[in-house]
């Protein structure tokens, strides 16, 4: 019996090496163990697919690795996305959940350097908070205390000014005024594994970046970043 074609899929991404749906798939990994319900958003940047989730903790989390897609916008449930290419080298994305994605994205650039923090610092930090919040955390789990908590305070006098922006251009210093990074941002970003250890020991001189625009906060690891805007100001995107 020859069973019917339904055609080639209509939603659909393209991960053309093996090593970055190896990447992709630790990510997926790391955000079902976060929360198996997540969802994922794939947006296309034109020879590129920037994969993102938001962490329990709030912050959200993106990987990026070369790849197109059929559309570019799509969101699907982290746990229906297998990376299984056809024979085309097309990745079914099955049925879209646009309704499962709640807030908004950051802006993709004009974001300013402020600080380069040691990956030991940060596993230090997430391995303290780990220790403060299973004596401390309740039956709804975390307290919204610790993971709100002050963590690194960023002046950026005695951090020598800003650096310099992501889009090639100098930074505007006026944007990094009084730069916190709370506790679950650390967590965010140890917990997708975008800063490399061993045995909780990071390599020696390994960095993380901190950079602003505007009320956002970003962490670049080596693997990934994350990205915090406090929810208490107006939703509305910076250009």
Do not use: C
Not at 74 to 97: C, E
Request: hydrophobic fraction near 40%; aromatic fraction near 6%.
């Amino acid at each position: 019996m020859t069973l019917p074609s339904f055609g080639p899929p209509t939603n659909w991404i393209e991960v053309p090496g093996a090593n970055d749906r190896r990447d992709v798939e630790n990510f997926l990994g790391r955000v079902r163990k976060m929360d198996e319900s997540a969802a994922v958003r794939i947006v296309d940047t034109g020879g590129a697919l920037r994969f993102w989730a938001r962490t329990p903790f709030g912050p959200l989390g993106t990987r990026v690795v070369v790849g197109s897609a059929s559309a570019p916008d799509q969101i699907v449930l982290a746990h229906a996305l297998a990376l299984n290419p056809d024979t085309d080298g097309r990745i079914d994305l099955g049925y879209l959940m646009p309704s499962a994605w709640q807030g908004m994205l950051p802006p993709p650039g004009g974001f300013v350097q402020i600080e380069l923090v040691g990956a030991q610092e940060i596993l230090d930090l997430a391995r303290r908070g780990r220790d403060v919040a299973a004596d401390e955390s309740g039956p709804l789990g975390v307290a919204p205390s610790l993971l709100d908590q002050d963590v690194i305070s960023i002046n950026p006098d005695a951090a020598g000014g800003a650096t310099g922006g992501d889009d090639g251009g100098e930074g505007d210093a006026g944007e990094a005024a009084a730069t916190a990074v709370k506790m679950h941002t650390v967590f965010a970003l140890t917990g997708l594994g975008f800063v490399p250890s061993r045995a909780g020991t990071a390599p020696a001189g390994e960095k993380v970046r901190v950079s602003v625009r505007g009320p956002w906060v970003r962490l670049d690891g080596r693997f990934g970043s994350v990205y915090h805007r406090p929810e208490s100001l107006p939703l509305n995107v910076v250009r």
